[in-house]
């Protein structure tokens, strides 16, 4: 059971996000912006979460919009790595 299957490798959870910072050496922070629903007030809220992604090649710019993967721990801080650039800022 040690080997690893696609199975396994597509159960990882991926999101889309913003760019907000590059400041970091191959490390970018993306914004993931998630619409919810007040279970009292039928409200929509939105809740903005920032994770840390690994950046290898230090491609990505503030305001691209990009698809991040989970990933074992990298640093303290950084769970993620940078999948694809979907769109470039302007």
Known sequence: MAETTATERNARKTR??????NKMDQTAVVAIVERVRHPKYAKFLNRTKKLYVHDEKNDV???????V????????????????????AK
């Open 61 to 67: 710019n503030i305001g691209d919009k990009v698809r």
């Open 69 to 88: 993967e989970e990933t074992r721990p990298l640093s303290k801080l950084k769970r993620w790595r940078l999948v694809e650039i979907l769109e470039r």
């Open 16 to 21: 889309e996000g913003i760019v907000v910072s």
